[in-house]
């Protein structure tokens, strides 16, 4: 439809533009009904919309030229359909690098979650202390940095699934904390445990902050872990409640 030649009379430009300002006026009340507005102010969308369909009518008709010079009726016809095609192919351009962005996100995340969950696999309470606390810090530290990213996963299904992962690696941490016999790793498995539901809380990831209160209330009542630990360990608790919502929220 391309036509390389003749250039626009006034009359042609003053009809397009026209077209592709009411072209603009139908795509501002497409929004409404889309409730994709441009602008929070109904005014100011109003005449971004106008002058964005008139310029893009403009362009295409006259600058990329797909539209052969056939009469004013085609230009017409043809400079509303530009005026209006341009909020709803800008909204889906927006909608799918937004959905691109997110996708990757959530897949970043529930890696993150992956390497918690694989890192905390490996603190079996048995080993010693020397092999334990580094372990510790690492799958603290990765199931950290998961939280803090989760709240930016849109995914319901994929902020459950790295939730359900956390709280896993958190009741692993438990287990450590109560079953090893070095009082030093206790400790150090219940202060991740706190740095951890102090961070779920922080992005309100309250599902999150309930399955570490849990898993503190596990070392609190061993009678495995020592009297030091389980004091410490039920205080820590009792923080976390006390900004967290009740334990009836499931983990996300």
Do not use: H
């Not at 009379?9 to 507005?37: T, Y």
């Not at 085609?74 to 927006?94: D, E, N, Q, R």
């Amino acid at each position: 439809m391309r036509n390389a030649g003749q250039n626009p009379n006034s009359l042609q430009f003053i009809i397009v533009v026209i077209g592709g300002a009411i072209g603009g006026l139908l795509s501002f009340f497409w929004s409404l009904v889309s409730k994709d507005q441009l602008l929070s102010s109904v005014s100011m969308s109003i005449i971004v919309s106008v002058c964005l369909g008139a310029f893009i009518a403009l362009v295409i008709i006259f600058l990329l030229r797909w539209v052969k010079p056939s009469g004013a009726v085609i230009y017409f016809v043809w400079a509303m359909v530009f005026g209006f095609l341009w909020k709803p192919a800008a909204s889906a351009l927006t909608s799918y690098g937004t959905q691109i962005i997110n996708n990757r996100l959530a897949a970043a995340t529930k890696e993150s979650a992956n390497n918690a969950l694989a890192q905390s696999t490996q603190l079996q309470p048995t080993l010693p202390a020397a092999t334990l606390k580094p372990k510790i810090n690492d799958t603290v530290n990765s199931a950290l940095e998961t939280v803090k990213t989760l709240p930016e996963v849109k995914d319901p299904t994929a902020r459950n699934e790295v939730a359900q992962k956390v709280a896993t690696t958190a009741s692993q941490l438990s287990e450590v904390a109560v079953k090893n016999g070095d009082a030093s790793v206790a400790k150090q498995a219940t202060e991740a445990l706190n740095k951890l539901g102090e961070t779920a809380v922080e992005t309100k990831s309250y599902g999150i902050a309930n399955a570490v209160s849990k898993s503190l209330e596990d070392v609190a009542n061993s009678g495995q872990a020592n009297r030091e630990v389980r004091l410490q360990a039920w205080q820590l608790k009792q923080k976390i409640d006390a900004v967290n919502v009740p334990a009836a929220v499931s983990p996300r």
